[in-house]
Each structure stands twice: as C-alpha cells, then as structure tokens.
C-alpha cells in the first residue's frame, strides 16, 4: 500500500465561529437602515416630483454651469501647480527670509477659509479701485470670474506646495545618496531622480485636492459667477423647487465620482511597475 493510499483526505476547513453581535454592530445597522431610508425617501421624492418641463426649461442651464465649475477648477488647479513649485522651494530653502515667506503664505491659505479668501479679494481690492487702476490692474479684478479664479489659484497652490513637500521629503535619503554616489549634479538628481520618485506618492493626494476644489468651488456663486451652484440657486429663486438643489447634488456626485476612477485608473497606471 503507498503513502497516498494511507493518508487522510484533506477536509473542510471548520466552521469560524459567529461573529457576536456587539453594541457597535447594532448602532453600525441602525446608521445604515438610516440612510437606506434616506436615499430611498430622495429617489422617490425625485421620482414622485418629476416635472419634464423644468427639466426641458433648466437643464441646460444646469449643464452650462456645471461647465462653468470645470473650467474653473481646470484652469486653477494647473496654475496652483506652477506656482506651489516656488513655494515648496522656499519651504525647503535653508534661506531663512524665504523659507519664512512660504511658510507665512501657506499658513495663511491653509488656516482660513476658502471664501474668507474669496470675499478678501472679490472685495477687500475693490477698495483699492483708485490704486488698482493707477498701476492697470483694476480690469482683472473688478470681474468676479477673474477673482474667482485668482482667489482658487492662490489656495490650491498652498496645499499643492505642502503635498509636494511632503512627498519629497518621503523620498528615501539613500536615493539621494545613491544620486550624489553616481556623480549626478545635485539639480539633475532632483529632477531626474527625487521628483519622479515624490509625484507617485503625491498622485493621490493630489486627486483628493481636485476633488475638494470640485466641492469648494460652489462658494463662487455668492460673488454672482454663475457655475452650477449659481444656476441652482437662480433656477430655486424662478420655482421654490428644492429639487433643484437635489439635481445639483446629483451632479457634484456623478462628475467626482468620475473623477475618482479617472484618477484611480491614472494612479494604477503609473504606478504598476510597483506592484507585485
């Protein structure tokens, strides 16, 4: 008789046993039947109160404005990474004056409120009309979109410049040994070797800032820059229909969820000659 033939067949793994059913599991179902209900109650007030001709009347409007908000978060979150380059190099200078001066500036951007920063320029510089228009400036600031604009720029390369550091400062020091080891001149090794090595790590955070940018920019329509935020509010003002504000919802939903598995897919592929 072999080996084989004597051996006990392999069995089922036991059982695991039950999970007890905890205070935190009890309160973790209430909370979830909550918004069970919750969504449920939404879809059938949306379904129950659908009324075609507002949507015929307003959903265009809805769309333009929801153009509005991409354009501006496209147009600010590129310009915020051109300027948190500057930024991150005054933090990590070993100058004092500009490392205080970065410091200074996302310390300010970082501790106050967006829109604190919005009303500060939308209308603290409206009081400087008289200097603005001495040195040609006043054409740019008495738009509301282009201080919009300046506004989103300046805040998101703050907390473009901190991510940035971050990741570089992440970069192992043995990469910048092993640089130094090979000879490399010190600005090549940064740009060829740390920085590569630092926006992977910063891909994700970086996705999560234009996510909040997405969010944030509805406060632009308190300075009359009608994105969808603005739209929603001028369409409620024409119907007293609180709907609209369900459908803008639905639209910050659909387009950050679809920025979320766009950054997603771009992370897994930028970053699949790490996995395993």
């Known amino acids: 008789m072999s080996i084989a033939e004597t051996m006990i067949p392999p069995q089922?793994?036991?059982?695991?046993?039950?999970?007890?059913y905890t205070l935190a599991r009890f309160f973790g179902s209430v909370a979830l039947g909550v918004w069970l209900?919750?969504?449920?109650?939404?879809?059938?007030?949306?379904?129950?109160?659908?009324?075609?001709?507002?949507?015929?009347?307003?959903?265009?409007?809805?769309?333009?404005?929801?153009?509005?908000t991409l354009i501006l978060v496209i147009s600010s979150i590129p310009m915020g990474a051109v300027l948190s380059f500057p930024v991150v190099l005054g933090r990590m200078s070993k100058n004092r004056f500009w490392s205080w001066i970065a410091y200074i500036y996302v310390y300010f951007f970082r501790g106050t409120p967006l829109i604190a920063q919005l009303f500060l320029v939308y209308y603290g510089l409206g009081s400087f009309r008289p200097q603005l228009e001495s040195i040609g400036l006043w054409w740019f600031f008495?738009?509301?979109?282009?201080?919009?604009?300046?506004?989103?720029?300046?805040?998101?390369?703050?907390?473009?410049?901190?991510?940035?550091?971050?990741?570089?400062?992440?970069?192992?020091?043995?990469?910048?040994?092993?640089?130094?080891?090979?000879?490399?001149?010190e600005r090549?090794?940064?740009?060829?070797?740390?920085?590569?090595?630092?926006m992977i790590v910063a891909l994700r955070p970086y996705g999560n800032e234009i996510i909040l940018m997405i969010k944030g920019s509805a406060i632009v329509a308190i300075v009359t820059v009608?994105?969808?935020?603005?739209?929603?509010?001028?369409?409620?003002?024409?119907?007293?229909?609180?709907?609209?504000?369900?459908?803008?919802?639905?639209?910050y939903l659909l387009i950050v969820e679809l920025l979320r598995n766009i950054w997603a897919w771009i992370e897994a592929r930028l970053t699949r000659h790490l996995k395993r």
């Open 12 to 20: 089922a793994p036991p059982p695991a046993p039950p999970k007890p």
């Open 37 to 68: 209900a919750f969504a449920v109650g939404i879809f059938l007030t949306i379904v129950n109160g659908w009324d075609p001709e507002k949507f015929s009347r307003y959903g265009p409007s809805f769309l333009s404005g929801l153009g509005v």
């Open 142 to 185: 008495r738009d509301a979109w282009n201080c919009a604009l300046f506004t989103f720029t300046l805040n998101t390369a703050a907390y473009q410049a901190e991510i940035l550091r971050g990741a570089i400062e992440s970069v192992p020091r043995g990469q910048h040994e092993g640089a130094a080891a090979l000879g490399l001149p």
């Open 188 to 198: 090549i090794a940064f740009f060829k070797v740390i920085l590569p090595q630092a």
């Open 226 to 251: 009608f994105d969808l935020m603005g739209e929603t509010r001028r369409a409620f003002s024409r119907t007293f229909d609180f709907q609209m504000y369900v459908w803008a919802a639905v639209l």
